[in-house]
Protein backbone atom coordinates (compact mmCIF):
# COMPACT_ATOMS: atom_id res chain seq x y z
CA UNK A 1 0.00 0.00 0.00
CA UNK A 2 1.18 3.46 -1.24
CA UNK A 3 1.89 6.43 1.19
CA UNK A 4 1.58 9.77 0.98
CA UNK A 5 5.04 9.97 1.30
CA UNK A 6 5.47 7.34 -1.75
CA UNK A 7 3.06 9.62 -3.91
CA UNK A 8 5.24 12.52 -2.92
CA UNK A 9 8.24 11.29 -4.11
CA UNK A 10 7.23 9.83 -7.05
CA UNK A 11 5.75 13.34 -8.04
CA UNK A 12 8.88 14.80 -6.98
CA UNK A 13 11.11 12.57 -9.80
CA UNK A 14 7.89 12.51 -12.66
CA UNK A 15 7.96 16.63 -12.59
CA UNK A 16 11.54 16.63 -13.90
CA UNK A 17 10.05 15.57 -17.37
CA UNK A 18 7.24 18.33 -17.21
CA UNK A 19 6.82 21.38 -19.15
CA UNK A 20 3.79 23.05 -19.86
CA UNK A 21 3.27 25.15 -22.88
CA UNK A 22 1.37 28.36 -22.19
CA UNK A 23 0.24 31.55 -23.57
CA UNK A 24 -1.12 34.75 -22.91
CA UNK A 25 -3.30 36.33 -25.97
CA UNK A 26 -4.81 39.66 -26.04
CA UNK A 27 -6.91 42.39 -28.13
CA UNK A 28 -5.29 43.82 -30.96
CA UNK A 29 -8.32 46.40 -31.46
CA UNK A 30 -10.87 47.98 -29.46
CA UNK A 31 -13.55 45.65 -31.33
CA UNK A 32 -12.32 42.14 -29.90
CA UNK A 33 -14.85 42.03 -26.66
CA UNK A 34 -12.92 38.92 -26.09
CA UNK A 35 -10.66 40.25 -23.56
CA UNK A 36 -7.29 39.12 -22.12
CA UNK A 37 -6.87 35.60 -21.54
CA UNK A 38 -4.26 33.08 -20.70
CA UNK A 39 -4.09 29.03 -20.87
CA UNK A 40 -1.75 26.47 -19.74
CA UNK A 41 -1.06 22.66 -21.60
CA UNK A 42 -0.35 20.04 -19.85
CA UNK A 43 3.24 17.90 -21.62
CA UNK A 44 7.03 17.09 -21.31
CA UNK A 45 9.89 17.00 -23.02
CA UNK A 46 10.78 13.36 -24.74
CA UNK A 47 14.53 12.90 -26.67
CA UNK A 48 15.40 10.85 -29.44
CA UNK A 49 18.68 10.75 -30.18
CA UNK A 50 20.10 14.52 -29.48
CA UNK A 51 17.16 15.87 -29.94
CA UNK A 52 14.70 17.31 -27.44
CA UNK A 53 10.77 17.76 -28.08
CA UNK A 54 8.14 19.02 -26.77
CA UNK A 55 4.75 16.19 -26.62
CA UNK A 56 1.24 16.90 -25.79
CA UNK A 57 -2.41 15.50 -27.06
CA UNK A 58 -2.60 15.98 -30.86
CA UNK A 59 -6.38 17.62 -29.84
CA UNK A 60 -4.68 20.26 -27.62
CA UNK A 61 -2.29 21.83 -30.67
CA UNK A 62 -5.51 21.41 -32.63
CA UNK A 63 -7.64 23.30 -30.02
CA UNK A 64 -4.70 26.34 -29.94
CA UNK A 65 -4.82 26.36 -34.00
CA UNK A 66 -8.50 26.53 -34.20
CA UNK A 67 -8.39 29.25 -30.97
CA UNK A 68 -6.04 31.78 -33.39
CA UNK A 69 -7.91 30.46 -36.37
CA UNK A 70 -11.04 31.64 -34.67
CA UNK A 71 -9.26 35.01 -33.39
CA UNK A 72 -5.80 35.77 -35.70
CA UNK A 73 -5.32 39.38 -35.01
CA UNK A 74 -5.44 38.72 -31.40
CA UNK A 75 -1.99 39.06 -29.97
CA UNK A 76 -0.05 35.46 -28.72
CA UNK A 77 2.54 35.27 -26.31
CA UNK A 78 3.54 31.04 -25.68
CA UNK A 79 6.09 30.27 -23.43
CA UNK A 80 7.38 26.85 -21.93
CA UNK A 81 6.85 26.75 -18.01
CA UNK A 82 9.70 24.59 -16.57
CA UNK A 83 9.57 25.31 -13.23
CA UNK A 84 8.27 21.95 -11.48
CA UNK A 85 11.29 19.48 -10.78
CA UNK A 86 13.15 19.51 -7.89
CA UNK A 87 16.36 21.69 -9.15
CA UNK A 88 14.54 24.59 -10.67
CA UNK A 89 16.82 27.65 -11.06
CA UNK A 90 14.10 30.02 -12.31
CA UNK A 91 10.50 30.26 -12.33
CA UNK A 92 10.39 32.48 -15.41
CA UNK A 93 9.05 30.88 -18.33
CA UNK A 94 10.67 30.30 -21.66
CA UNK A 95 9.31 32.57 -24.43
CA UNK A 96 8.81 30.41 -27.13
CA UNK A 97 7.60 30.73 -31.13
CA UNK A 98 4.68 28.90 -30.72
CA UNK A 99 3.34 30.33 -34.50
CA UNK A 100 6.81 29.15 -36.64
CA UNK A 101 7.70 26.09 -34.21
CA UNK A 102 8.12 22.54 -36.78
CA UNK A 103 5.44 20.42 -34.84
CA UNK A 104 2.88 17.47 -36.19
CA UNK A 105 -0.38 16.63 -34.73
CA UNK A 106 -2.72 13.36 -35.06
CA UNK A 107 -6.04 13.45 -33.71
CA UNK A 108 -9.02 11.16 -34.14
CA UNK A 109 -11.08 10.17 -32.03
CA UNK A 110 -12.54 6.78 -33.80
CA UNK A 111 -9.35 5.01 -33.97
CA UNK A 112 -7.93 6.69 -30.80
CA UNK A 113 -5.18 8.24 -32.24
CA UNK A 114 -4.27 11.88 -30.08
CA UNK A 115 -0.46 13.15 -29.90
CA UNK A 116 1.28 16.05 -31.03
CA UNK A 117 4.93 16.57 -31.20
CA UNK A 118 7.22 19.96 -31.62
CA UNK A 119 10.78 20.71 -32.58
CA UNK A 120 12.99 22.23 -29.90
CA UNK A 121 15.83 23.84 -30.90
CA UNK A 122 19.47 24.21 -28.99
CA UNK A 123 18.57 27.35 -27.32
CA UNK A 124 15.44 26.03 -25.57
CA UNK A 125 17.11 22.60 -24.68
CA UNK A 126 20.23 24.28 -23.41
CA UNK A 127 17.24 26.63 -21.16
CA UNK A 128 15.45 23.46 -20.51
CA UNK A 129 18.55 21.17 -19.23
CA UNK A 130 20.04 24.08 -17.20
CA UNK A 131 16.44 24.47 -15.18
CA UNK A 132 16.40 21.06 -14.70
CA UNK A 133 13.92 19.27 -16.76
CA UNK A 134 14.79 15.39 -18.17
CA UNK A 135 13.90 14.14 -21.03
CA UNK A 136 12.04 10.72 -21.27
CA UNK A 137 13.83 8.70 -23.98
CA UNK A 138 13.53 5.84 -25.49
CA UNK A 139 14.52 3.45 -23.25
CA UNK A 140 11.89 4.95 -20.77
CA UNK A 141 9.39 3.60 -22.98
CA UNK A 142 10.60 0.79 -25.12
CA UNK A 143 11.06 -3.33 -23.76
CA UNK A 144 7.93 -2.89 -21.58
CA UNK A 145 6.75 -6.63 -22.55
CA UNK A 146 6.72 -8.85 -19.34
CA UNK A 147 7.34 -6.01 -16.86
CA UNK A 148 4.51 -6.23 -13.55
CA UNK A 149 3.87 -3.16 -12.65
CA UNK A 150 2.73 -2.33 -8.98
CA UNK A 151 1.61 0.98 -9.11
CA UNK A 152 0.36 3.76 -12.23
CA UNK A 153 -0.20 7.14 -11.97
CA UNK A 154 -0.87 10.11 -14.50
CA UNK A 155 0.88 13.59 -13.70
CA UNK A 156 0.30 16.87 -15.66
CA UNK A 157 -1.74 20.62 -14.69
CA UNK A 158 -5.55 20.59 -13.74
CA UNK A 159 -7.29 22.94 -15.19
CA UNK A 160 -8.64 23.41 -11.63
CA UNK A 161 -5.33 23.52 -10.15
CA UNK A 162 -4.38 26.76 -12.28
CA UNK A 163 -4.40 30.34 -11.36
CA UNK A 164 -6.35 31.97 -14.90
CA UNK A 165 -8.04 34.86 -13.68
CA UNK A 166 -5.45 36.93 -11.43
CA UNK A 167 -4.97 40.19 -13.65
CA UNK A 168 -1.25 40.40 -13.40
CA UNK A 169 -0.08 36.90 -13.24
CA UNK A 170 -1.05 33.24 -13.77
CA UNK A 171 0.07 30.12 -12.67
CA UNK A 172 -0.24 26.14 -12.18
CA UNK A 173 0.87 23.67 -10.05
CA UNK A 174 1.33 19.88 -11.40
CA UNK A 175 -1.42 17.08 -9.90
CA UNK A 176 -0.43 13.20 -9.36
CA UNK A 177 -3.56 11.37 -9.78
CA UNK A 178 -3.60 7.30 -8.70
CA UNK A 179 -4.49 4.62 -11.68
CA UNK A 180 -6.11 1.60 -11.02
CA UNK A 181 -5.54 -0.07 -14.69
CA UNK A 182 -8.64 -2.00 -16.66
CA UNK A 183 -8.07 -4.67 -18.44
CA UNK A 184 -10.52 -3.98 -21.00
CA UNK A 185 -12.42 -0.54 -22.45
CA UNK A 186 -15.59 0.93 -21.05
CA UNK A 187 -18.76 0.64 -23.37
CA UNK A 188 -18.16 4.04 -24.84
CA UNK A 189 -14.72 3.58 -25.50
CA UNK A 190 -15.12 -0.05 -27.21
CA UNK A 191 -14.91 2.03 -30.89
CA UNK A 192 -11.13 2.27 -30.51
CA UNK A 193 -9.10 0.46 -33.38
CA UNK A 194 -5.49 0.79 -31.64
CA UNK A 195 -4.02 -0.19 -28.34
CA UNK A 196 -5.06 2.17 -25.49
CA UNK A 197 -4.58 2.31 -21.94
CA UNK A 198 -7.82 2.13 -19.91
CA UNK A 199 -7.71 3.18 -16.09
CA UNK A 200 -10.07 4.07 -13.25
CA UNK A 201 -9.32 6.93 -10.95
CA UNK A 202 -10.10 5.31 -7.42
CA UNK A 203 -11.09 7.22 -4.13
CA UNK A 204 -11.31 10.36 -6.25
CA UNK A 205 -11.47 13.35 -3.69
CA UNK A 206 -14.54 15.26 -4.23
CA UNK A 207 -14.70 17.43 -7.14
CA UNK A 208 -11.90 16.25 -8.92
CA UNK A 209 -11.63 17.74 -12.76
CA UNK A 210 -8.99 16.32 -14.79
CA UNK A 211 -9.63 18.54 -17.56
CA UNK A 212 -6.45 20.31 -18.68
CA UNK A 213 -4.24 17.30 -18.51
CA UNK A 214 -4.57 15.75 -21.79
CA UNK A 215 -1.36 15.36 -23.09
CA UNK A 216 0.32 14.38 -19.55
CA UNK A 217 2.49 11.31 -19.28
CA UNK A 218 1.28 7.67 -17.47
CA UNK A 219 3.69 5.87 -15.61
CA UNK A 220 3.49 2.46 -14.25
CA UNK A 221 6.12 1.50 -11.36
CA UNK A 222 8.35 -1.47 -10.99
CA UNK A 223 10.26 -3.17 -8.20
CA UNK A 224 14.03 -2.60 -8.99
CA UNK A 225 15.14 -5.85 -7.57
CA UNK A 226 16.91 -3.42 -4.93
CA UNK A 227 14.29 -2.41 -2.86
CA UNK A 228 13.21 1.09 -4.54
CA UNK A 229 10.71 1.55 -7.63
CA UNK A 230 11.70 2.04 -11.11
CA UNK A 231 9.18 3.51 -13.46
CA UNK A 232 8.28 3.46 -17.83
CA UNK A 233 6.53 5.83 -19.39
CA UNK A 234 3.23 4.08 -20.68
CA UNK A 235 0.89 5.97 -22.44
CA UNK A 236 -0.29 9.68 -23.55
CA UNK A 237 -3.33 11.14 -21.79
CA UNK A 238 -6.09 11.98 -24.03
CA UNK A 239 -9.43 11.98 -22.63
CA UNK A 240 -11.86 10.60 -19.97
CA UNK A 241 -15.08 9.73 -18.37
CA UNK A 242 -16.11 12.36 -15.99
CA UNK A 243 -19.09 10.28 -14.69
CA UNK A 244 -17.29 6.95 -13.61
CA UNK A 245 -14.10 8.65 -13.40
CA UNK A 246 -12.17 6.23 -16.05
CA UNK A 247 -9.78 7.71 -18.49
CA UNK A 248 -7.72 6.52 -21.69
CA UNK A 249 -4.30 7.46 -22.98
CA UNK A 250 -2.51 6.73 -26.04
CA UNK A 251 -0.19 3.57 -25.60
CA UNK A 252 2.97 4.37 -25.87
CA UNK A 253 4.75 1.31 -27.24
CA UNK A 254 2.33 0.91 -29.71
CA UNK A 255 2.87 4.55 -30.68
CA UNK A 256 6.50 4.18 -30.34
CA UNK A 257 7.49 3.84 -34.15
CA UNK A 258 4.60 6.47 -35.20
CA UNK A 259 6.20 9.05 -32.51
CA UNK A 260 9.47 8.31 -34.37
CA UNK A 261 8.35 8.75 -38.01
CA UNK A 262 6.64 12.15 -36.58
CA UNK A 263 9.68 13.18 -34.94
CA UNK A 264 12.31 12.11 -37.85
CA UNK A 265 9.53 14.57 -40.47
CA UNK A 266 10.51 17.79 -37.77
CA UNK A 267 13.57 17.69 -38.99
CA UNK A 268 12.37 19.08 -42.15
CA UNK A 269 11.43 23.15 -43.35
CA UNK A 270 7.71 22.67 -42.67
CA UNK A 271 5.10 23.64 -40.36
CA UNK A 272 2.04 22.12 -39.57
CA UNK A 273 -0.81 24.89 -39.19
Known sequence: MLTERDHGEFLTHLCRHLVSLACVHEPATPNDKLGPNKFFTSGFVMEIGPRWFYVTAGHVFQD????????PNRRYRFMLADCFGPEVVSDVPIPFDYKHAIKHHLYDTQSGYDFGTMALDENVKRL???????????????????????????????SQAMILDHPTHAGVKPFYVSLERLQNPPAPMSHHTVPMFYARIPNPPAGLDIRGMSGCPI??????????????????????????KIICACQMPFLGGIVKTALDGLTEERVDS
Open 64 to 71: INALIGTH
Open 128 to 158: LSANGVIPLNENNWLHQDGVEFFHYSMVGFP
Open 219 to 244: FGFTHDGQGGASYYFLAIQSSWLPES
